[in-house]
Structure formats: structure tokens, C-alpha cells
């Protein structure tokens, strides 16, 4: 008699008394797993596009703990194990902290450095940028540093000119030509090298946090090459950043340092608990915010973020932050390039304009997600994508071109937004200061103006010329970033971003300033000027749009507003930011739920089961099946009488990432579940290793020895390879359930399970809105009676499922 109980999804058998007894076992030997076990390479490992058994390898982690507790007791030396086994992990967050640190300072000043290098060069010495070469002169100001005599422009250098039309031309065209060399360089180096180095990784390291295996994209070349191209593409004027892919870069160190601590380098489970800190490191390093680092892990990329990896995320992006303060790449003393300096409070009725930069924010969010996508999908479904060198080279070539002439978009992007949320003093000369009193002025309310004090800060014509050249430079920042994320170069998208907000922040701001000023009498108005003081400040309302235009892009709220809070500096400027981040998320939510990494990974087909979305669909396990007659029985494997050449064509003549494993034929009960992978490396170890294998040894997956001929070939016992506790559910389990177990169990296939009746036969054809295709996931029905197997495509909740395929095996 069989007895059966159900356990939540499990459902246990329980032998008859009697089946595996002493004499079944030659020389009583207690367990017949003598060939195969952990130690057989290739077992328990994954191959390349394929996704980890989260539940597998957690159970790993914890047999390995017992293992080491239990030997702690016996020895001092395994005492000291354990103990070097528990600080292995904190020793490991060091090292990624010291290492993602270190090459972050690098990167900062190769790229500053070589940015300057476009416009010309130190005399001093050539490594030093503009910035420094200047330090050592008297007569300069910072604000006036084209003046200093150390710096030479290359027109100054190649033809001695220093003024006129020729020195525009040349200037122009070496500005040109080393863009140009950059661009080309990175494109080669990740063309030749490490494809892998291109773009931002951040929907990569996404897909691979949450248990997808992609080899090679976080190994050593792509860590060289990537550190060194982004530099180029930096350099290069591109309407790129380093943040997205100084994530990237964070997660490479880690998952080269994780190669020295068995542990880690064992168990892919434990890998990503590192590679979730990793992405907090690189967030830390690319702005200097440690904490928002850690909330970025844990709202945007991380796929399985428990309580301890929180807390050495923060240890790591604590010494990842201190590194780069150590090596002070900004050259200020400060470990942020934006800090702002003013401390101005903000008017109540002011919210009305920052929600409204938090409406273009997502305006701008979903225009971006929809062009970019649109303009990638040409590129890879047209023979534009197989020209990425010439792609490169024209988009680099059009955007130095058109960006010379205006001076915010000739500077870097980071160096614009730093202008953009800084304030007006006295020794500024930039066009944004170019304020004037307008004493001469007819119009009464600009006198009433003057007469009061706040004449000062009329818009002149500096600013006016300023107010033009910024909306143009609008228009381009928001084109260029459409084409150039995606391209065959490291590329991020937070600067871009943050700059078209910081752009169109910063316009707002100043009308809301000159409006203020010239009807600073209104109600409305009154108490918000006053003399000597400033009315509005220009610079917040940048700092309001970079944060909206970001989170409407990425759809990050709570780490968004910290970022840009220890990016600046701004503590009083929280419930701005807030309120900013909050209304961009709702109105981009409102026009496409996906950020740009999730529509990204949908584009390249990574698989992915979006946490965050919900499944809507009232349908059941049992309402994807649609059982035919004539379709062949379902492949399955048998305890007992199957043989290595029987199993060895059944691999050969299926696809399948893994077969079920049932008593016999003639009585299909579940016994477990075997990997593809593993029985196929488990076949092979057996022909090489164990002497006498032939095709017709039997293949056994029992925990004892059936009885056999003395002149029978060896036996293949596989049991060690067996997963005899696969997750189930039953037929009338929802698919919303399904769904979330495989979201929140990281499960790699389900075995559904029907609790008696007759086999089925024949099924009408059903459309089901269900899953979209992306990642393998296997659904087995099990019966009493009959056993079916379903195909289906697991990992973004869907619309328009079309059944695949089920087969019948009847008894």
C-alpha cells in the first residue's frame, strides 16, 4: 500500500515496508552512492544562458554550515575554520570596497584629464588637466582660468594664434579630431576584446541578480577593457556617464575576488548576495553616496537581498567611499563633484513648480524609454547593427560637431551640472550670472525694483544669451542621449539624464526668479524677496529637475532622493526632491510601467520575472494544458531498468532542461527530479571512471541495490544526483500563486501534481493570456493514472499565452 500526504506544495510517498531490504544490498553496504558526489566536477554547476536553482543551492549553503559546526566541535583547528569561514565575507566586502575605489579615483581623473586634453594642454606638464595646471598660477581665478598662463590651447601650440577666426577653426578642429579618436578606440577595444564591456550593465547585472547565468560578462577582460574604454567614451563628449557602468565594473571585481573564497566561488546563491553589494559599491563610488548605494541595491537591481547583505553592502560602500575621498579625484577635499553651497530656504507655494518639473521628468522618462527602445530595436533588427564602429564614429562625429559651439554642451556633462546647481557669487563670470541692475530703466516697476534693492538680480543680457544657448542645449542633450545609450561603447544614462533635468530646472528657475523680482509687490509673491537676500534660487530648481528627470527614466524613489541628497549636500531640500521623484514615478507609471533597464532586458530577451508586476489573470494550473490524442508519452525517466544507452538517446533526442523521474512506466508516481546537465556529466564521469560501464549497464536511481546476474554489466547509481524533494502544486493551484512561488522561491521548474481520476484525453484549444517568452520554465503534471508535461516560457507576467505542448502517457 502506498500512503500519500500533502504538505503546502509538497506531496510525499511513502514505501511499503519491505522494498529495500538487507538482502537487496550486496556486502550490506548502507548506501549505494559510491561513484558520484559533490566532488565530481561539472556537477551542481550551470551552463552558459541558463538559470541557478536558487533552492538547490541555498540548501548547499546550508548542509555546508551544519558540515562546518559540527567539525567545530571536534578540533581547534576546525574551530578556527569556522571562525575564518564567517569573517571570509567581511574580508571579502573589503577588498571589493579597496578595489572598486581605487579604480573609480582612476577612472575620475584619467577621464578629466583627457576631457581637458580636447581643448588643449598643460605646459607645466601634459598629465595635469586644466583645472590643476592653474592651481600654481597667482594671477587666476578659478572662474577666470582661460586666462592662466600655464594652460595653451592646441590653436596656441600649432600655429601661435590667440585670437581671431583662426583660433575658433583650430580649436574647433582638434576638438573634433580627438573626439573622434576616443570614440573610435573604446568601439575597437570592445569590438576586438570584450563585447560584453558595452553599454551600461545595469540590466545585465539585473538579470544575473536575479539567478540567469551570462559566463564572461563579469570576468577579467571585460573588467580591463571596460575601465579603460569607459574612460575613452567619457572622454569623447558623448552623451554618456560613468555611474551605470562603474556598477558594472564593482560587480567585475567581485566576481573576481569571489574565485579566492570557496564559498562563494562554489555557490551561485551566495555569489549574488556579493554581487548585491557589488551594485551598492558602484553606485557609492560613481557619486559618492554610500547610503544610496545601498538603497539602490535594494530597490533597483537586487533580486534577493537578505538582512546580511545589507549590512555588508554598507561596509562595502563604506570603504569603497573612502577610498575615493583618499584619492580625491574632484581635487576639493569633498567625495562629491556637486556639492552646492547655498543654503537658501524654499517658499511653500514653490512645490507648485517642482511637482511640475516632476511632470516633465516623466514626460521625459517615458519619451526617452520609448525612442531609445524604438532606435535600438532598428539597430538590432536592421544592418545598422552590423556596423557598430560606423555607428559609433558618426554619432561621436555629429555630436562634436554640433557641440563645440555652445558652450554647454562643449563642457562635460558633469561639469554642467555642477554650473547648473550652483548659485551666482560675486567673482562668478559665467553667462548665468549676467545679472544687472537696469538703474537706467524707464519701466516704474523696474524702478520700484531698484529703489528696493533687488535690482541686482534682473536678468542682463549675459543671462539672456545664456537662457537661449541652455534651451538649445536641451533639445541636443535630449537627442543625443536617445541614440547614443545602446551603442557599442560603456555608456550610462544618470549624468545624461540628471543634466536635461538639471537644464530645464534651471530655465524654470530663472523665469520663476525674474517673475518674483518684477512683481515681488502681488500677494503672491510678498515676503518671498527682500533686500539684499535672494528671491528664488535658480540652483534648487536644477537640482529638483536632475532628481525628476533620473527617476522618471529609472523609476527610483526612495535611493533617488538620498543620492541627490548626499550629492549635494542639501539636507533642507529633501520634501523638494520628494515631491519631485514621486510625481515624475506617477506620471511615467501613468504612460508605460517599465524603466529603461526592465525595458532593456525585455529587448535583448534576457529572462526575468519582474517582482514589482502583477499578474492579473484568473486561469489555473490546469487551464494551460491542452492534452491531444496521438501525442507521444511524456520522456521520463524510471528508477530502475533503464539502461546508459537508452538514457544516453533520450538526452540525444530531447531538449529539455530535465527529466522526471518515476517508479516505472507501468506506474508513473513522482520519485524526483534529475537535471539534464548533471545526469549527462554524471554519464560521462561514469564511462571514463567506472570500469566496466558498456551501453546496457543499467542506470539506477534507487537507494538499493535490486537484485542481478553476476555477469551483468556494473550498475550506474545516480542517486546522488536526485532531487527527491522537487517543489509541487496541484492542477487547481491559481497561476497567480504559481507565479509568485517561482518569484519568491527563485524555483527553477514546478512539478504539478493530479490527486487521482481517470487519464485525461482530449482538451478544446484555449488562449490564455499568461507569460510572454522569455526563460525556460518546466511544468510537469503528475496523476495517479496519467502523466502530463507542459512547456512553457516563464519570466515577465504576460499577455498572449499560446500552449506549447503536453503529452499524455497513459496506463
Known sequence: VFCVFKVSHYLFYFVPVGRCTAEWRPNNSPKLMDLLDDTVPGIGTYEDFNTIDWVREKSKDRDRHREIANKSKQSTVALLFSISDAFSGWLLMLLIGLMSGALAGGIDIAAHWMTDLKEGVCLNGFWFNHEHCCWASNETTFQE??????????????????????????????????????????????????????????????????????????????????????????????????????????CCCANILCHFFTKYRRNEAKKREVLSAASAVGVSVAFGAPIGGVLFSLEEVSYYFPLKTLWRSFFAALVAAFTLRSINPFGNSRLVLFYVEFHTPWHLLELIPFVLLGIFGGLWGAFFIRANIAWCRLRKNTSLGHYPVLEVVVVTLLTALLAFPIEYTKMSSSELISELFNDCGLLDSSKLCGYTSNSGSTSG????????????????????????????????????????????????????????????????????????????????????????????????????????????????????????FELTGGLEYIVPLMAAAMTSKWVADALGRESIYEAHIRLNGYPFLEAKEEFRHKTLATDVMRPRRGDPPVSVLTESGMTVEEVERLIADTTYSGFPVVISQQSPRLVGFVLRRDLVI??????????????????????????????????????????????????????????????????????????????????????????????????????????????????????????????????
Not at 175 to 197: D, E, G, H, K, N
Open 145 to 250: 582660468r582661460d586666462k592662466c598662463p600655464q594652460w595653451k590651447s592646441w590653436a596656441e601650440l600649432m600655429v601661435g594664434v590667440s585670437e581671431g577666426p583662426g583660433l575658433y577653426v583650430v580649436n574647433y578642429f582638434m576638438y573634433v579630431c580627438w573626439a573622434l579618436l576616443f570614440a573610435f578606440l573604446a568601439v575597437i577595444l570592445v569590438r576586438a576584446f570584450a563585447p560584453y564591456a558595452c553599454g551600461s550593465g545595469i540590466p545585465e547585472i539585473k538579470t544575473i541578480l536575479s539567478g540567469f547565468i551570462i559566463r564572461g560578462y563579469l570576468g577579467k577582460w571585460t573588467l580591463i577593457i571596460k575601465t579603460i574604454t569607459l574612460v575613452l567614451a567619457v572622454s569623447s563628449g558623448l552623451s554618456l556617464g560613468k555611474e551605470g557602468p562603474l556598477v558594472h565594473v564593482a
Open 445 to 564: 516697476s523696474v524702478n520700484a525694483t531698484a529703489a528696493n534693492g533687488l535690482g541686482a538680480r534682473l536678468a542682463g543680457p549675459g543671462l539672456y544669451t545664456a537662457m537661449w544657448q541652455l534651451a538649445l542645449a536641451l533639445v541636443l542633450k535630449m537627442v543625443f542621449t536617445v541614440v547614443t545609450f545602446g551603442m557599442k561603447v560603456p555608456s550610462g544614462l544618470f549624468i545624461p539624464s540628471m543634466a536635461v533635468g538639471a537644464i530645464a530646472g534651471r530655465l524654470l528657475g530663472v523665469c520663476m526668479e525674474q517673475l518674483a523680482i518684477r512683481h515681488h509687490e502681488r500677494d503672491i509673491f510678498r515676503g518671498w524677496c527682500s533686500p539684499g537676500a535672494d528671491c528664488i534660487t535658480p540652483g534648487l530648481y536644477a537640482m529638483v529637475g536632475a532628481a525628476a528627470c533620473l527617476g522618471g527614466v529609472t523609476r527610483m524613489t526612495v535611493s533617488l532622493v538620498v543620492i541627490m
Open 682 to 811: 554524471s554519464l560521462e564521469n561514469a564511462r571514463r571512471h567506472q570500469e566496466g560501464v558498456v551501453s546496457m549497464s543499467p542506470i539506477l536511481f534507487t537507494e538499493c541495490d535490486p537484485p542481478m546476474s553476476p555477469s551483468a554489466p556494473p550498475a550506474v547509481k545516480l542517486r546522488s544526483i536526485l532531487d527527491l524533494s522537487p517543489f509541487t502544486v496541484t492542477v487547481h493551484t491559481a497561476m497567480e500563486i504559481v507565479v509568485d512561488i517561482f518569484r519568491k522561491l527563485g524555483l527553477r521548474q514546478c512539478l504539478v501534481i493530479q490527486n487521482g481520476g481517470s487519464p485525461y484525453t482530449t482538451m478544446g484549444p484555449q488562449k490564455i493570456e499568461l507569460f510572454k517568452k522569455k526563460n525556460s520554465a518546466y511544468i510537469f503534471i503528475f496523476s495517479h493514472f496519467s502523466l502530463f508535461y507542459l512547456r512553457t516560457r516563464f519570466p515577465t507576467v504576460m499577455k498572449n499565452l499560446d500552449m506549447l505542448y503536453v503529452g499524455i502517457l497513459k496506463v
